[in-house]
């Protein structure tokens, strides 16, 4: 599988938009970018997929570069419920394989 | 939405005893689901393929006969943890993808159980 470099934290003030990166240089054509997010002592939480075009839901947006070597995670307004680690994954197009996670990004809200 | 069930949430065991930890699918058919390992600080490690109707599939380092899976139902896998010992003591977490879902391999997470062994 394709790796993903994410930076190790980021901080954030609460009701403000956050950006978080992911890098996916050695991405292939049919990678699908994931992201989840494991708020503490809880299992991963689905946020969101893309493969080429931005992608919006009710939790986030996901903003994919023209060359799909990175992407960006985009929480609008963040709340101290989204302190997470965020992880940014690759699965192959129709792959039944399981996900594996890299070390991701810790997202600390400050009030 | 899909939703995945673990039982136990915590457990704490004495050292050398079993534990056994469930992973549900609510509300779709799982014909395979996965379980990961998660030590303080760490990242998700997967631990082995949990397959409907057949064996499991263990990554390299992890003990088959220490970890036992049995996938009996479409909707439900164990992991039981045999003669645990202090070392075992991590948060085991199960995974599991919707068979109706898209081609988009997007995976649905218990809530993780704690295993202490003292």
């Known amino acids: 599988d394709a790796k993903t470099t994410q930076p190790n934290s980021m901080e954030s003030n609460e009701e403000e938009p956050v950006h978080l990166p992911c890098n996916h240089s050695?991405?292939?054509?049919?990678?699908?970018i994931h992201w989840y997010r494991q708020l503490p002592s809880q299992g991963p939480e689905y946020v969101i997929h893309g493969l080429t075009s931005n992608v919006n839901n009710r939790m986030a947006s996901l903003a994919i570069a023209e060359d799909r070597k990175s992407s960006t995670l985009i929480l609008h307004r963040a709340t101290l419920r989204d302190a997470a680690v965020y992880y940014c994954?690759?699965?192959?197009?129709?792959?039944?394989?399981?996900?594996?996670f890299g070390s991701g990004t810790q997202l600390t809200v400050l009030p | 939405g899909a939703v995945v069930s673990q039982h136990p949430s915590w457990v704490i065991c004495k050292s050398g005893t079993s534990v056994k930890i469930e992973c549900r699918s609510l509300d779709f058919q799982a014909t395979t689901m996965f379980w990961y390992r998660q030590f303080p600080k760490q990242s998700l490690m997967l631990m082995a393929t949990?397959?409907?109707?057949?064996?499991?599939?263990?990554e390299q380092g992890v003990e088959k006969d220490k970890f036992l899976i049995n996938h009996a139902s479409l909707t439900l896998s164990t992991l039981t943890v045999t003669s645990a010992h202090p070392e075992d003591s991590s948060f085991y977490i199960c995974s599991a993808r919707d068979q109706g879902g898209s081609g988009a391999n997007v995976l649905t997470f218990g809530a993780g159980s704690r295993l202490t062994v003292l």
């Open positions: 994954i690759l699965t192959r197009l129709g792959s039944a394989r399981q996900l594996t």
């Open positions: 949990s397959n409907e109707g057949s064996k499991a599939t263990y």
């Open positions: 050695t991405i292939s054509g049919t990678d699908y």
